[in-house]
Every structure is written in structure tokens, then in C-alpha cells.
């Protein structure tokens, strides 16, 4: 039975990923029973919440993969491994599978719990699809969900618009809830966060009733998951209640999950603090989605709407909308009502006839280029033509002649006339800097892909 489970350990090492293998079934060892029966598979995890992921997780998998291994029906039993005594470790025997007839059902539903706690009831890790572009959020976000509180604390989020960030979060606070219904949870905007801390000076003074309630509320959370961050910008008040709520849950093992537009070291106008509590756990970053991704999340839609999506639409709307999610899920709807409407099957020709002028792609010009990339760096559009060599300006020069040679059909002497009659190698040499900084800096990548996607939205 031992060779069994280390050619499932083996299986498993080569289709998941590292962090998953090393979190959840590196951990995993194998229990010599001295009852050890013919088809049985006796194995030991670190603790219950371990076992718990397996079994809502993974239970199906492990064992049709043991018995395809053995090549014969095989029986997963679990034993958990919780020392009571530094010195002898006790074992408490759980089954892998729920034994039937003794569920207990909760008085109320998941989903109504979820919405109680804020939570998208349809937001769940079942229906977010992976891909290169999030595999690495997904990975993080199902550790945390798991060992809320005792790993990547705070779990910060960051990414462009409609890229799955706030799906992401919801199915986290939506794992802890079914793990924990009893967990003290709260998915809040960052806009309804601000709302709440003004009301409590409404009429011009502070209400200590009204202050001991928000207290209450937050500093007594279990899991405080916020969206969007960003809108927190220049609002100094509102930040301090964060920080003091972030001090109350942080020494305590509460979890904090956040969302943003951008990575946190780049918030403008935040207090230096709160920058440092938010940098102190895991960032993760979401990339727009490649066009497997896309194609995949298609899919899944339509999947949800009880259509089967024909490839072929599927690959020319995958192509077609290219910036984010929320675009590709509204291109999908469209062709679904032109299809109904017209009584007619979703084919190639009528998602052509129904996407026609809606588009996310198109011809991106050199003064939005420019004007783009100087908004985001806070300087003038001036300033890309100008003679100034200051490090402030050179910089974001240079990337917006790199986008220019990746996004238009310019050559390098039209970028160059058109960035103050630059010759056609000093446009070379920032293209060749910018893509080699690119490749080994995440944080500039990750700049990079949020001017292109608001490139994409100018087109």
C-alpha cells in the first residue's frame, strides 16, 4: 500500500501546482496499520482543517487516482495527527467521506449566510476559471481559505479592471464560511467602508453609540474582506479606522483580504502605515487573461446558462474582446439574446453580425499613448517631447516609446519624430531597456499591463 500512495504522491507532484503539492499533500503520510487490510489505504494528516480541505476538495480525485494506481478498487482512511502531548502524539481516525447520515444540517443555508456576510452567492472557487494569468492568485487564495488567519495575512489582491479580483476574494470569504459557519465574516467596498465612517460624524459631531457599533462590527471580525482599496486615496480619516482595525485583527490571527487596482506599494496619497501593514502578508497579482483563458471562462459561462458554446464562436469572441472579463461575459450575453431573439443557432456569422462595433481592440494612436502613460505617472504630456533628462520623466518617456513599437505600426522614426524628433536608435535603445527591465521586474510589468488595458479602452 505504501508504493500505491507514492505513486499517487508522484502523479499528483507532475498536475498540480507547486505550492498546492507542498501545502496540502507533501504533508501527507503514509500509516502502517497493523490491520492493514487488502484495498485499504491508510494515511495521516497534520490536523482536522487539513483533513477538511481534502474531503471537500479532493476526496473523488484521491481515490479513483489510488485505485487506477492499483488497479483495483481502493478505500482512502484518514488519521489526524493532533499532539495533545509535546512528547506522544495521539491519533483521532476520520474518514475521508462524510459518513452518511450524519450530516447535520444548519438552520440556515450557506447561501443565505453568505449574503448575510456580504458574499456573491455565484462568486465561488467552482466557477472561477484558471489560467496562467491567475494560477498563482488561485493557488494563494485556496491556501488562505483554508488556514485563514495563520498564512499570507494580509492576503492583498491586486490587478486591472474586470480581471476576477473581487470573484476571487468572495470565493475565499465563501470557503471560510462553509469550513466555519460560525466565522465572524464581512466582504465590504472600500466606497461603503468611506460611507460608513462619515455617517459617524453626521450632524457635525461623533456619536459614541455610533462609534461603539462600527467597533463592534469590525474589530471584532473574524475575516474583514474589503474591495477595491484604492478609493480609500486622500481620505486620511478613513484610513486611521482602517489602521486601528487592522492593529485589532492582525496581532490576533483575523484574517484581512483585500482588493486593488494596483499593487500596494504604488497607492498615491496613503498613509505610509497603512502601505506597511498591507505590504506585511502576500500580494498577488492578477494579469489580464491570455486567450486560452478566455476561451476557457467563455465556456464556463455558457456552461452556467446551460449552453453549450460552440469552439468556434468561443475562439472568435476570445479574440475579439481581449481586456477583461466583465467585457468578455457582456459579448457572450449579447450573442445569447441575438440567438434568442432571432430564434436562431449561435454560430460564427451571427456573433459577427451581433458583436459588430463592439470591440475592445482597435487602432491605438501615439497621442494616447502618450497622454496614458504621462497620466499614470502624474507629468505632462509635454514632458514626453521635452529635453528634460530628469529621472522622473526619462522613464516614463521610455515606456511610452516601448508601447508605441508593441502597440502601433509606427516606425521607429515616426516614434521617434513624434517624441520631440528623437532619432530612430534612442527609441531602439528604450525599447530594448524597457522589455529587458520587463521580463525580470513584476512590479513594471504589472504598470505596463494596467496602461495597455486603458490603451485598449481608448481604442
Given amino acids: ?214 467597533d463592534e462590527t469590525y474589530r471584532t471580525l473574524d475575516v474583514l474582506l474589503m474591495d477595491d482599496v484604492q478609493l480609500l486615496a486622500k481620505k486620511g480619516g478613513t484610513q486611521n479606522h482602517l489602521f486601528g482595525i487592522f492593529e485589532t485583527l492582525l496581532p490576533n490571527n483575523k484574517q484581512i483580504i483585500m482588493t486593488c487596482d494596483t499593487y500596494a506599494r504604488q497607492l498615491s496619497d496613503f498613509d505610509d502605515r497603512l502601505i506597511s501593514r498591507l505590504t506585511k502578508g502576500l500580494s498577488v497579482g492578477i494579469e489580464p487573461a491570455e486567450f486560452e483563458l478566455r476561451a476557457a471562462i467563455l465556456f464556463e459561462k455558457a456552461k452556467q446558462q446551460g449552453l453549450e458554446l460552440p469552439e468556434d464562436v468561443a475562439y472568435y469572441i476570445a479574440r475579439r474582446m481581449n481586456t477583461n472579463i466583465r467585457e468578455l461575459e457582456g459579448a457572450l450575453n449579447t450573442v445569447i439574446m441575438n440567438a434568442k431573439v432571432y430564434n436562431a443557432p449561435i454560430t460564427v456569422e451571427l456573433a459577427t453580425r451581433a458583436l459588430r462595433g463592439m470591440t475592445s481592440t482597435g487602432p491605438i494612436s501615439l497621442e494616447n499613448i502618450q497622454k496614458e502613460t504621462a497620466q499614470h505617472f502624474n507629468i505632462k504630456i509635454a514632458d514626453m517631447y521635452s529635453s528634460s533628462r530628469k529621472a522622473s520623466i526619462v522613464k516614463p518617456r521610455m515606456i511610452a516609446m516601448y508601447l508605441a513599437k508593441e502597440l502601433t505600426q509606427k516606425s521607429l522614426m515616426d516614434i521617434g519624430s513624434s517624441f520631440g524628433g528623437r532619432d530612430h536608435t534612442t527609441v531602439l535603445n528604450a525599447v530594448r531597456k524597457i522589455s529587458k527591465e520587463r521580463a525580470a521586474d513584476p512590479e513594471l510589468n504589472h504598470t505596463l499591463h494596467l496602461i495597455e488595458q486603458s490603451l485598449k479602452n481608448w481604442a
Fill in 1 to 214: 500500500m505504501k508504493n500505491i500512495w507514492e505513486k499517487v504522491l508522484t502523479e499528483l507532484r507532475g498536475n498540480v501546482s507547486s505550492d498546492i503539492y507542498a501545502t496540502w499533500f507533501k504533508k501527507i503520510d503514509y500509516h502502517q496499520s497493523p490491520e492493514e487490510a487488502e484495498g485499504k489505504l491508510t494515511l495521516t494528516v497534520p490536523s482536522q482543517p487539513h483533513l477538511q480541505y481534502l474531503r471537500k476538495n479532493w476526496a473523488d480525485r484521491l481515490q479513483s487516482l489510488a485505485s487506477q494506481v492499483a488497479g483495483q478498487p481502493i478505500t482512502i482512511k484518514f488519521l489526524v495527527a493532533q499532539t495533545v502531548n509535546p512528547i506522544i502524539p495521539t491519533e483521532i481516525e476520520l474518514p475521508l467521506f462524510d459518513p452518511p447520515g450524519e450530516e447535520v444540517k444548519p438552520e440556515i443555508s450557506i447561501d443565505q449566510l453568505a449574503e448575510q456576510c456580504g458574499l456573491h452567492r455565484g462568486l465561488t472557487f467552482d466557477t472561477f476559471v484558471t489560467g496562467k494569468a491567475n494560477e498563482v492568485a488561485r493557488s494563494s487564495a485556496e491556501i488562505v481559505s483554508s488556514q485563514p488567519g495563520t498564512q499570507f495575512n494580509p492576503f492583498f489582491i491586486y490587478g486591472g479592471v474586470g480581471l476576477g479580483k473581487t470573484h476571487l476574494m468572495h470565493a475565499i470569504g465563501r470557503r471560510i464560511l462553509e469550513n466555519n459557519p460560525k466565522a465572524k465574516i464581512r466582504c465590504v467596498s472600500a466606497d461603503v467602508f468611506v460611507r460608513e465612517v462619515v455617517d459617524l460624524s453626521s450632524g457635525g459631531t461623533f456619536s459614541d453609540a455610533k462609534i461603539k457599533k462600527f
